[in-house]
């Protein structure tokens, strides 16, 4: 491996400093003098690799949309080095064999740490619980389960996963949605909704699942997580849970930062997605409560669709947008410009806090010497049109295709190994290879 001094970037708190990479471990900090190899980092600012807790990688089963592999390649692309992969696969990651497959296929692609998360139920059906505890105990050491895309919509189930989750040390985290109160929904049931002629799907259906989650994580002292948070009173309900003391922690999308229901008026089934796009007044909660940390992360729910899925009518299309590659330019956009959040609470919510959710403990640490060189280079001072070309993954169902953007990703480095150097990312050769 390798050994590179990283010069004159600029850490989240406004330090400068060198950073000497040697064995994929952060060995000095500083001014450091002559280096064989060198990273220039004038005017650029070095964070903790972003860790995701929601990634679509559609590995087994769906390859047409996304690989291990490429989706890996879309996470390095968006600064990421760890994304969990959501189980919503062909077979279900419900049993070892099939989240080590998903670990193994991590491994070998060498962009980032792919942790599986298990499902909840058998095949996601919401009947019969999985096999918890033994892929908590396998090579891949599951600690996140969900049934994510569904809603563990059974309280006696819900509470069966919360009791073994804990003897594992681990999280449910929860896919919110009422199934009876969303039959047929297509969008926010609002004033969009109801001008376009399509289904409501109510926040209701939301906040009442975290309600009484909220409530069976209380009476089993176990952990829960809630997915994709959507709406300014699920940001209330979260916000009473915290306070009552109950373990639960919260994320947010991107896309939910930063885009409202009103995208839908074209019919443009980019913009679809579960849960739903919403109300602007629910953006601005949500953004308030990632300041204030009542919602802990960001999450992408990078969800890559062929297109085709999404070329039909908006009832028929495919649910999702891919997120990895654009997320922190989003959230620069959303919550940094407009004077939320600083870089040190986009490193809380989009590495620290994500790390101390999945258990990582080496990554939920700052930058300091002897932590593990998972690291993101950004240029916050770009702007720049986002097109296809910064799409690394397989799909391209992105909804900021020729917008404008701030912020680049110009390097990430994965055990400190460069998977992405000058904004490109490096071909799966190069990422074994001395450079
Ligand atoms: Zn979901």
Redesign the pocket.
Known sequence: MSAFVIRGAQLADGTRTDVRVDGGVIVELGTIGTADRTVHADGLLLLPGFIDL?THLRQPGGEGSETVLTGSRAAAAGGYTTVHA?PNTTPTADTPGVVEQVAALGEEAGYVDVRPIGAVSKGREGVELAELVAMARSRARVRIF?D??SCVADPLLMRRALEYARIVDGVVAQ?A?EPRLTAGAQLHDGAVAADLGLKGWPAVAEEAIIARDALLAESTDSRLHV??VSTAGSVEVVRWAKARGIRITAEVTPHHLWLTDEAARGYDARFKV??PLRTAEDVDVLRAALADGTIDAVAT?HAPHPAEAKRSEWSAAAMGMVGLESAVLVVQAAVVETGLLGWPEVERAMSRRPAEIAGLADAARPIAVGRGADLVLLDPSARRRFDVGDLAGRSTNSPYLGQELPGRVVATFFRGVPTVLDGRVRAPEEIGAAW
Do not use: I, V
Request: with cysteine; glycine share 8%.
């Open positions: 929601h959501m969900s994510d895309g896919h949605e997915c994709h579960n849960p729910d």
